[in-house]
């Protein structure tokens, strides 16, 4: 009898060094992973890069981005290179999330649907947040604020929206500017599929006035002597970076990447080279 309860004792005491044992170990375990991941967190914080081991680009390691490369200061060409606040921006982006970038020129009439078909991983091109365009993409946080302005010749004596009535306008179409210039009493309105084609048409007098984002109107009447701003319309729009529905992750990555910009200053030095004043 004594025997067997020795048995017993023993047999209970091994069932419960075991168990000891291997709570001590998942602990461990545990512990070890939650500080692994710190670790990495850390790691990814004092680089300065985001943490994209969850996000996925149409290419690995690169960023595609579209953009209508005719909204100078905003995206141009210039000589054979794409320039620009956006493309500036991008860049930063990029290097913010630790990927290469692919900066594509594409037509502004078949952006919004190239990227919602994946053919890019973001778009980037003074696009207004608008909530007709929310209902077929997504958009990063507002990056740019900005108005509507009129742009004429020097000349014209159009100096106020009232002085546009009987006149014609010019506009990009699909754009807040076209919005904007179908609301002008009185006036005809010009759609063009650039921007560039509809200031031409301003110079031969085709059209009275280009309706437009207030830094491309600001910027032409800079470089060209011609031109002037007539006048400005309030629209209070924020530029947005539009995204496919379906990639929630990038999004969030972008948006993290935007801040970090702004918070390091990176932001401010762009809008210095570009508008001579950080915004």
């Known amino acids: 009898m004594k025997n067997k309860l020795l048995i017993v004792l023993v047999v209970v005491i091994v069932m419960t ?32 890069k985001i943490d994209m081991s969850n996000v996925k680009t149409l290419k690995a390691g690169v960023l595609t981005v579209g953009s209508d490369c005719t909204w100078q200061p905003m995206e141009f060409i210039e000589g054979d290179k794409i320039v620009g606040f956006d493309v500036d921006l991008t860049k930063a982006i990029a290097e913010k999330l630790g990927l290469k970038l692919d900066y594509q020129n ?62 014609k306008a010019g506009v990009q179409i699909g754009t807040t500017g076209e919005i904007e210039a179908k609301k002008m009493s009185g006036v005809t309105v010009q759609t063009y599929d650039d921007i560039i084609m509809a200031f031409e048409d301003l110079r031969a007098g085709r059209v009275d006035a280009i309706i437009c984002d207030s830094p491309v109107g600001d910027a ?23 995204f496919a529905k379906d990639t929630p992750e990038l999004v969030k990555a972008v948006n993290l990447a935007l801040n970090a910009i702004k918070e390091d200053g990176t932001y401010d030095k762009i809008s210095e080279t570009w508008f001579g004043t950080a915004k």
Request: hydrophobic fraction near 35%; aromatic fraction near 10%.
């Open 106 to 167: 594409t037509a502004w009439d078949g952006m919004f649907p190239a990227v919602a078909a994946h053919k890019f991983d973001m778009i980037i091109s003074s696009i207004t947040i608008y909530p007709e365009r929310e209902e077929e993409m997504d958009f990063s946080d507002p990056y740019y604020r900005i108005d509507q302005s009129a742009s004429v010749k020097k000349d014209s004596g159009i100096d106020s929206a009232e002085k546009m009535n009987g006149k």
């Open 220 to 242: 032409y009447a800079v470089k060209n002597p011609d031109f002037t701003t007539g006048f400005k319309i309030s629209t209070n729009e924020f530029y947005g970076i539009g």
């Open 17 to 48: 060094s075991t168990v000891l044992i291997s709570c001590s170990k998942s602990s461990t375990s545990a512990e070890t992973t939650a500080a692994a991941a710190q670790t990495t967190d850390s790691a990814a914080e004092a680089s300065g």
